[in-house]
């Protein structure tokens, strides 16, 4: 049975590194990629980023420069790290299971962050 | 970057009806589109990829449609669970559509 379960602070101040943590089950990540995708209170979803099977990574080039995902297949963990939030990083981040790099098959239930002050 | 127009934004409809939402691409992705069903306070779901394939385990009154820049969802006899927000995808740089409201009427 994959699960999926995203961890980490619900509250980052403005101007701080928001931390997340993707603690996968029932498949490997040396086989399998997984990105980190967010949605804003009330909107859409945005792709931010992922990690390869391989271990390579690719990002959204709107938000590049702040962001790094890396893994550690040994916890089973992917990890995202992004700088300089700002009140509209507030969102739910989810992590998903990129299916062949196509599309997103298996979902967490997603982790609300809120960056105030 | 390819950018996905999602139509309509909101849409209402009755119990049984057939409803219609529709994708249109900025540019040929060859079929490389899925969609997602997201409940209020749950993750999106897949329903549809590869443009008109149904993912395990989901009804067959889902179905998808299109190609080159034009695609579609049809949800024949709406049922009650199906009150929710549907997004599509692109398989290219995974742009999202804005998402539509699906309310019954």
């Known amino acids: 049975q994959v699960q999926l379960k995203e961890s980490g602070p619900g509250l980052v101040q403005p101007s701080q590194t928001l931390s997340l943590t993707c603690t996968v089950s029932g498949l490997s990540l040396t086989s399998n990629s997984v990105s980190w995708i967010r949605q804003p209170p009330g909107k859409g979803l945005e792709w931010m980023g992922v990690i390869w099977s391989n271990g390579g990574t690719d990002y959204n080039s709107a938000i590049k420069s702040r962001l790094s995902i890396s893994r550690d297949t040994s916890k089973s963990q992917v990890f995202l790290k992004m700088n300089s939030l700002q009140t509209e990083d507030t969102a739910m981040y989810f992590c998903a299971r990129n299916y062949v790099g196509y599309y997103f098959d298996y979902w967490g239930q997603g982790v609300m962050v809120t960056v105030s002050s | 970057d390819i950018q996905m127009t999602q139509s309509p934004a909101s849409l209402s409809a009755s119990l049984g009806e057939t409803v219609t939402i529709e994708c249109r691409a900025s540019e040929d992705i060859y079929n490389g589109l899925a969609w997602y069903q997201q409940k209020p306070g749950k993750s999106p779901q897949l329903l549809i990829y590869?443009?008109?394939s149904l993912h395990t385990g989901v009804p067959s009154r889902f179905s998808g449609s299109g190609s080159g820049t034009q695609y579609s969802l049809k949800i024949n006899s709406l049922q009650s669970e199906d009150v929710a927000s549907y997004f599509c995808q692109q398989y290219y740089d995974y742009t999202f559509g804005a998402g539509t409201k699906l309310e019954l009427k």
């Open positions: 590869n443009a008109n």
